[in-house]
């Protein structure tokens, strides 16, 4: 499974990508807001550090505008994914930009039909965001189950790139279900090597191994 880091903030980026798991990144409006910069300029930063995938997303609301800014954004670097909206006018942008070589990224995913739209577009990349459906009690892992399953029933190529993950479960049952990527925002990345019997372990070692007197260099 892929993980993309799911934030605009250079600082988190490139912390991260000392860890090497660094795979892609996504980025949407209200993250490029909280960044405080520029989007091209920020976009541009990003895939100068992550050699993966970076999704940057349009904001019209109809194809040929979309198809504009796609084709704008794909200028800044050969590793965007042209981040788009799950709308019909989003559908017709994604048809044209993937049919002329461009990574789409479909987002705002909230369906099985939405998900099977998407592949049929040529989307590269669905991205359902499971904590938004959580929050209104509806099982959003279980919408990244069906989309699977119907994506391995027609064998279609777009990728399931799991987004809105809001605790270190989703991480889980994402590989569980067999999702190609999960989307992290950086301080949930922080928490997966997390275990209160990894720390308690470490220390027990530590003190007996000062017990010993021993040093190995
Ligand atoms: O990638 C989508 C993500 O940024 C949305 O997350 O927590 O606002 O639903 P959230």
């Given at each position: 499974m892929k993980f993309f880091i799911d934030t605009a903030e250079v600082k988190d980026i490139i912390e991260l990508n000392k860890l090497g798991i660094v795979d892609g990144v996504t980025t949407n409006p209200s993250l490029v807001l909280k960044s405080g910069k520029n989007m091209v300029e920020v976009i541009k930063e990003i895939s100068n550090l992550v050699d993966g995938p970076i999704s940057a997303e349009v904001v019209s609301a109809q194809s040929d505008g979309m198809i504009a800014e796609g084709l704008e954004l794909l200028k800044i670097s050969k590793n965007i994914a042209v981040k788009i909206p799950l709308?019909?006018?989003?559908?017709?942008?994604?048809?044209?930009?993937?049919?002329?070589?461009?990574m789409v990224n479909i987002t705002l995913c909230f369906s099985v039909n939405q998900a099977l739209l998407a592949a049929k577009a040529g989307a590269a990349f669905i991205s359902p965001f499971v904590g938004r459906l959580d929050d209104i009690n509806v099982e959003g892992m279980s919408l990244i189950a069906d989309i699977k399953q119907v994506y391995d029933n027609y064998n279609f190529h777009t990728e399931i790139l799991v987004a809105s993950i809001r605790t270190v479960n989703h991480i889980t049952e994402a590989a569980l279900i067999g999702a190609d990527i999960v989307t992290v925002p950086p301080k949930i990345i922080k928490q997966l090597a997390d275990h209160p019997l990894t720390s308690a372990g470490l220390e027990v070692f530590n003190q007996d191994w000062l017990k010993t007197g021993q040093k190995i260099i």
């Open positions: 709308t019909w006018e989003g559908l017709k942008a994604c048809q044209v930009l993937s049919d002329n070589g461009a």
